[in-house]
C-alpha cells in the first residue's frame, strides 16, 4: 500500500489477493530475470548479452527493453549513456532480428487501456498520460470522474 509504505512479495500480494496467479507467475518470471541480469558481469546492454547466451526469452527480453525504452531511451550500464533504440542498434548492441521486434510492437502494441477515455494505448503512452505523485515518487494517471 503506497499510502502506508507497506510492501509486500509476490506471495505476500497473492495471499491479500492483490494479484492472480496469473500476474504472480509473470511477476515471478521478471523478477527471475533481473536476477539473471543484475547478478551476471554482461557489457553493453546486460538483457541483449542474457537473451544471447540463453538465460532469458526472447519474449522476455522484447517486454524488458519496452518497458526501458518506455523513458525514451536505453541506458548503457558501463557509462551511463542514454541510447535511443536506433543508435543502439546502429552500434550493434541489438540484433537486427531484436530491433525489427521491438519497432514493429512500438507501433502495434497497444495493451493498456485508458479509463478516462476506453482508448487502448502503448505504454509509452500511458506514462506520457500519468503524472507522479509527490508524497509517494509513483507514477500515476490521474483518472476523471
Same mark, same amino acid.
Given at each position: 500500500?503506497?499510502?502506508?509504505?507497506?510492501?509486500?512479495?509476490?506471495?505476500?500480494a497473492k495471499?491479500?489477493?492483490?494479484?492472480?496467479?496469473?500476474?504472480?507467475?509473470?511477476?515471478?518470471?521478471?523478477?527471475?530475470?533481473?536476477k539473471?541480469?543484475?547478478?551476471?558481469?554482461?557489457?553493453?546492454l546486460?538483457?541483449?548479452?542474457?537473451?544471447?547466451?540463453? &538465460?532469458?526469452?526472447?519474449? +522476455?527480453a522484447? #517486454?524488458? !527493453? *519496452?518497458?526501458?525504452?518506455?523513458?525514451?531511451? $536505453? /541506458?548503457? @550500464?558501463?557509462?551511463?549513456?542514454?541510447?535511443?533504440?536506433?543508435?543502439?542498434?546502429?552500434?550493434n &548492441?541489438v540484433?537486427?532480428? +531484436?530491433?525489427? #521486434?521491438? !519497432? *514493429?510492437?512500438k507501433d502495434?502494441?497497444?495493451? $493498456? /487501456?485508458? @479509463?478516462?477515455?476506453?482508448e487502448?494505448?502503448?505504454l509509452?503512452q500511458?506514462?506520457?498520460?500519468?503524472?507522479?505523485?509527490?508524497?509517494?515518487?509513483?507514477?500515476? !494517471?490521474?483518472?476523471?470522474?
Amino acid at each position: 500500500s503506497p499510502a502506508l509504505g507497506v510492501c509486500y512479495s509476490l506471495e505476500e500480494a497473492k495471499t491479500h489477493s492483490l494479484i492472480d496467479e496469473q500476474i504472480l507467475l509473470q511477476l515471478q518470471e521478471l523478477n527471475n530475470a533481473k536476477k539473471c541480469i543484475s547478478e551476471s558481469s554482461l557489457s553493453n546492454l546486460p538483457v541483449v548479452a542474457a537473451l544471447e547466451q540463453g &538465460l532469458i526469452s526472447e519474449p +522476455l527480453a522484447v #517486454k524488458i !527493453l *519496452e518497458n526501458q525504452l518506455s523513458s525514451g531511451h $536505453l /541506458i548503457l @550500464p558501463s557509462t551511463g549513456e542514454n541510447l535511443t533504440l536506433q543508435n543502439a542498434f546502429q552500434r550493434n &548492441l541489438v540484433p537486427p532480428t +531484436l530491433y525489427a #521486434k521491438l !519497432l *514493429e510492437r512500438k507501433d502495434t502494441c497497444k495493451d $493498456l /487501456i485508458d @479509463p478516462n477515455c476506453a482508448e487502448k494505448i502503448s505504454l509509452e503512452q500511458m506514462i506520457h498520460r500519468s503524472i507522479i505523485h509527490e508524497e509517494t515518487g509513483l507514477r500515476l !494517471l490521474p483518472v476523471k470522474p
